[in-house]
């Protein structure tokens, strides 16, 4: 484990950066540099011109080829938003002196302006804060604390940890020559008139497609399951693929009862091995390679995992299958914020703030009041502002950050939903089916359908709960005599 793993900084020109990285000369004011453990591809498309793939995005669209011919062949007949709709995965796209971010910026980019010695302003990017704040010695204090479960728990793009560092939005494009932005689509079109049993079909194509090329790229694919719906949908999925996945459960104290007995039975009724991991002690040293890692823009769950060295079973080549997106489908912030229909304006900072029971915390109204003012300038023609505040904060702001903390461990992360394509197809599902996962359901029904004879996130008894307690700790107490 090793600070900055896995990340990229691009430089006005060129810099020294850690040992054993690798740089590349974009342009005469643009330097890549990036850890050697983070892919980067180089393109050459019809006319010539260059394009960076950094990460490793997954074609879902089974008529296309790979991303890399895609640009090889296709830049001409598309516009290059066209091209990579159907890319799912964490990536950054570099080329024609732009930058492209995956669907909700998992991969994130941070980017900061500073006045160089001839008071000229310099443009810095990154996909880590704290690498900015490390190259330029940016003195700046975190903005505000934040607390795991407390209101809003992440920092609110545009907004940051750091007053002097910028988050790019995922309907933005960063243009690496001045640093302008420039307004990109959140969903691309789809036919009108889709059925709901084609939407349905186009989903199946979509997840057997994504898992099978995804699965062709590693040696090893984990899929950690849980009681839920997201999980089950993936490992139905790659049973209908017919890709080989190691399961697994990570054991914690406060996990639920339903996600420690139920997925053993799953992954037996779909084939599948599974596995139990246990943590090991507290490492301080480790929680404070996270922290400075993530500019301590994460301070969930993960935050715990990884002190607690819980993916030290993790190779280099694994790939882990995560369940992140998914809720977009499934309407995640219309409970908060009540209403039927697609509701396309965005209220004010104060009925948001509400919502998740916020004071009024001033860093924090300024960060949310510039995301509802670039949305007001370009509102949404067919998405409902919840379902982008999900997009482009909950996945934009609070998962990028836990997936650029994961960058720690040896296996890499794929979010098989996060590509425009499958937003824009779950978006058009029934809104009294989105409401109660008719779609999962119906999904797995049909991809597996040996799946569904076990119930989704069942209500643990009381007496359940405390023997979930005392047997989980019996278990940690033996994993630790056996370390």
Partial sequence: MHLHRRQFILAP???N????????????FI??????????????????QNWFILGSPIQ???????????????????TVQDLYSTWAGRWILIGGGKLHMDSSGLLGCFYCRKQNAKEESELW??????????VLKLDDKPAYPIHHGVGIDWYPPPGTSRNSIIKL?????????????????LIPEISPILSYEDILDRLKSYLVTTLRR???????IWLPLTAGYDSRLLLAAAKLAGISVHTYTLIHLRMSESDRILPPKLAKAAGFSHSMFYGKVYRKDIEAIYDKHTCGMCVGQDRNYISREYFNWSQKGDLILRGGCFEIGRCYYWHKFPGSGIITTVPEVDNILGGFREGTNPSLVIALSKWIDMVRQKPPQDIDWRDRFYLEQRLSGWLSSVEQSLDLINADTFHT?????YFALVLRVPEEKRRVSQHHIDLIAQMAPELMKFPFNPEATILHKVLRKVKIAGNYLQSRIRQ
């Fill in 60 to 78: 879902s669209d089974a008529k296309r080829p790979d991303t890399k011919i895609d640009i090889e062949t296709s830049v001409n007949p598309y």
């Fill in 13 to 15: 020109h060129p810099i």
């Fill in 169 to 185: 939005l995922p309907s933005q494009i960063l243009d690496l020559n001045g640093g302008a932005l420039i307004h990109r689509r």
């Fill in 125 to 134: 990017v990154s996909s880590s804060a704290a690498m900015i704040t490390e």
């Fill in 417 to 421: 939903a996060n590509s425009q394509y």
């Fill in 31 to 48: 330097y890549l540099y990036h850890c050697p453990e983070l892919p980067v591809t180089l393109v050459k498309d019809t006319n010539g």
């Fill in 214 to 220: 995804a699965a062709s790229t590693r040696n090893r």
């Fill in 17 to 28: 950066t850690l040992p054993g990285w690798v740089g590349i000369v974009i342009s005469e």
